[in-house]
């Protein structure tokens, strides 16, 4: 099966070159030179600037036959947001668990999904699959940096049959900083409170056959959080993209492109799992307990990709990729304390009155006896590489029919070898007292092998169309695991398990137009999850429904979406990002019914001005309702025993976004408000108990551009206004506060 990918990317790209022989010669009579310089040229030129991009426009938003948002360039500088939980919870259907308040490691669920470390939805770069082992361990400990992409485009409901592996939720596909049409670049400085930087740079060149971009972007800041004993609580992260494009003229009987992209990041984060228990939390939210000193993070990631697209004809084109991902981090964090025995930070601060002499050490800076902390070392190397490809069929006039086909082969592994060193406090300070054996607490390889491919048929007649669809997934996934005591790894304790699934992933979707400015559209289609390597775990399925309608009445347009989403199987997931384990093992959770309403609203108050100035104003809300339908225990923390009827946990039921901006020639002013219900953090019915309970939060952004020339613009964003106080998980472990008033400025200079 490799060959035969190899072969298609290989063959595709030589059939074109043969043909440039001829590619200068005149075309056909049929086609007049006008008929090109007016229709083919720029069809050319939107797709490669949108060759990355799944909708590339708010315009193709409106006409599909699911449920789609579409975060435009402007929309992402409007707030010059670098935290993506700021930036896609505006979406209807999007929640967001947040975490360390920047938004480094985010916890997305679209329409009641899991939202641990996103890991239950498709997440993209530039149409590729961006998770560091979406198949063997889709937890998405790297996300990209948001302050380097371009857009966000966001799918639900059939939408997103094309793209999986998980197809239950939704996909969310990031797109990077796209090679101009012609020289220019830019070059963005901001500074803010808590020491947080940012930096910006672009530049990029384009001529009838080459183009390039590259871009610098660093991110850092000394932290929010007040460590006990002093220290910083902050991060660095910078990221270097650069892409180069080759074409042929963009009137040659064959049309091809060949573009590669290298994509590196870094990041040293002194990030922590440690939380605080309830009181410490009222009497100071950004406190930091001594014992997290330690505490850090170091990643690298690195992306190779390369794309191909050939026009072997005026209705027929065939893009295909080749991509290869690594990526590696070390979280080294309090794991554990033990007193008398071992336990779990979680268990300590989840329920401290039972645990007082580990809390005890964990809460004062007093000396303790050597070994009482163990911090992890969690380290762990992914790789994930492939190659796909999508060609294009479009034919017919007065009846449109646009047939897609797509494949994809795909291999990536998750390479866990973890330690745990000991450490007590001395003097105020945390010392290392043992040092522990690489891999004598995990020693395990995860990895997946897999075969995806779909059909979709789009065809449009009058104002009806309608995209079946048939998406096919293959894959085995399997568990290496060499045992805590064979370090170098000969395979004396080597223990091996395995599952295979293949599974047939069915969809439909439809619209009808009544008129331009009204469309109904609705469809049906399968959700999956990939089960996990351990035998008899079940894969996640479901069948999800949804209905909706476009409008635009007096200015008002938006939308209305129904839907309904019926699991089979439910998978949880045994994270110590959610106070488990941390083995990663999924576990059936049975059946469960998530339904909900989204809402969209968008107008201008000054369209019918005579001036310059526009006030338009967006309003989303989520409904959702997610409940189990099967009763069943678990040991991860936010589940416990489970009964029929039970609410899903970390999912609020209502969640209201709005945004107002008052626009002229030479600046722009803009207010944002998002409020979040109260929710569970774990599974139950009826009134919330306190220590189960993340109370409800309504925080006001807001920001201002000034445009003192067409090139040099100044601005300033502030982040939570009111300086409000509010929980946001109390997840991995402990209570976790969101982020206080944040205020930066800068000036940013184009070319």
């Known amino acids: 099966m490799k060959l035969v990918f190899c072969f298609l990317f290989i063959g595709t790209f030589s059939i074109g070159l043969l043909a440039q022989k001829k590619s200068n010669e005149p075309l056909e009579n049929t086609m007049s030179q006008d008929t090109i310089q007016k229709e083919i040229i720029p069809e050319i030129l939107d797709e490669i600037i949108l060759s990355n991009n799944i909708l590339g426009s708010k315009f193709e938003v409106r006409n599909r036959t699911g449920s789609a948002y579409f975060l435009s360039p402007q929309d992402l500088k409007q707030f010059g947001y670098t935290d993506i939980n700021k930036i896609i919870r505006a979406v209807p259907g999007v929640t967001i668990v947040e975490e360390d308040g920047f938004g480094l490691r985010p916890n997305i669920s679209i329409r009641g999904t899991s939202a641990e470390r996103s890991s239950k939805i498709t997440l993209m770069e530039d149409g590729v699959l961006i998770a560091p082992a979406p198949y063997s361990a889709s937890a998405a400990y790297y996300f990209p940096t948001v302050g380097r992409i371009e857009n966000v485009e966001v799918l639900k409901g059939s939408s997103q049959i094309q793209y999986g592996p998980f197809t239950t939720g939704g996909a969310v596909n990031m797109v990077s900083k796209q090679i101009p049409n012609d020289f220019s670049g830019d070059v963005r400085f901001t500074y803010g409170n808590y020491n947080s930087r940012n930096m910006d740079a672009t530049v990029g060149y384009s001529n009838e056959n080459f183009g390039f971009v590259t871009q610098y972007f660093n991110y850092n800041s000394d932290g929010f959080k007040d460590l006990d004993g002093g220290g910083n609580t902050g991060f660095d992260k910078s990221d270097y993209l650069a892409k180069v494009r080759l074409n042929t003229d963009l009137d040659a009987k064959i049309f091809q492109s ?135 069929i479009t034919f017919g006039k007065q009846t449109f029919n646009d047939i897609e086909i797509g494949f994809r082969y795909h291999e990536d592994y998750e390479d866990r070898f973890q330690w745990v060193d000991k450490y007590a406090i001395q003097n105020q300070e945390m010392i290392r007292t043992t040092v522990a054996r690489k891999g004598s607490d995990s020693n395990v390889i995860n990895s997946a ?21 048939l998406r096919y997934e293959n894959m085995t996934l ?80 938006g939308e209305f979406v129904g839907y309904y989403n019926d699991y089979s ?100 002013l803009s207010l ?13 019915v009826g009134d919330i108990p306190d220590e189960f309970k993340i109370g409800s939060n309504f925080i006001v952004d807001a920001a201002a551009r000034y445009f003192y020339t067409p090139r040099i613009t100044f601005f300033v964003n502030t982040m939570n206004i009111f300086d409000s106080t509010y929980e946001v998980a109390r997840t991995p472990s402990g209570l976790r506060p969101g982020a206080p008033f944040m205020i930066n400025g800068g000036v940013g200079y184009s070319f």
Not at 266 to 294: C, I, K, M, V
Not at 645 to 661: H, R
């Open 478 to 557: 399997t568990r290496e695991d060499f045992g805590k005591n064979d370090s170098d790894r000969t395979g004396v304790d080597l223990a091996i398990r395995e599952n295979k699934v293949d599974v047939f992933i069915p969809g439909i979707g439809a619209n009808y137009k009544f008129n331009p400015d009204v469309s109904v559209f609705g469809g049906i289609h399968r959700g999956f999850a990939p089960p996990g390597n351990q035998e008899g775990t079940d894969p996640e399925q479901s069948i999800n429904y949804e209905l909706g309608t476009r409008f635009n009445y007096f200015g008002f347009t």
């Open 258 to 392: 060949l573009t590669l992209k290298y994509q590196y990041s870094e990041e040293d984060s002194n990030e922590t799992y440690l939380g605080l228990t309830q009181d410490d939390f009222d009497a100071n939210p950004y406190r930091r307990y001594l014992a997290s000193a330690e505490d850090n993070i170091i990643t690298d990631h690195q992306q190779f990709q390369l794309d191909h697209l050939i026009k072997p004809a005026q209705n027929i084109k065939i893009r295909t990729t080749a991509y290869q991902n690594n990526f590696h981090r070390n979280w080294y964090k309090l794991n554990d304390v033990t007193i008398t025995e071992k336990q779990s930070i979680s268990n300590i601060l989840g329920s401290p009155e039972d645990f007082p002499l580990e809390y005890e050490a964990i809460e004062s800076t007093n000396d303790t006896d050597e070994d009482v902390f163990g911090v992890k070392a969690n380290n762990r190397t992914y790789g994930s590489k492939g190659i796909q490809s999508v060609a294009n």
């Open 672 to 684: 944002s408000g998002r409020y979040t219900s109260e929710f569970r953090t774990q599974a139950g």
């Open 449 to 469: 092998e897999a075969i995806a491919t779909y059909v979709l048929y789009k065809v449009t007649w009058n104002n009806l169309t309608i995209t079946p669809g």
């Open 569 to 668: 199987n439910l998978l949880g997931s045994d994270l110590a990002a959610t106070g488990g384990s941390g083995s990663l093992d999924l576990f059936n959770a049975g059946a469960a019914t998530v339904q909900g309403i989204e809402f969209l609203l968008n107008y201008d108050v000054l369209r019918n001005s005579t001036g310059s100035m526009t006030l338009p104003i967006t309003f989303s809300y989520t409904l959702t309702d997610a409940r189990f339908d099967s009763d069943f225990d678990s040991d991860d923390s936010i589940y416990g025993k489970v009964s029929k009827g039970d609410q899903i946990p970390y999912i609020p039921q209502n969640q209201f976004n709005f945004t107002v901006a008052l626009e002229g020639d030479r600046f722009n």
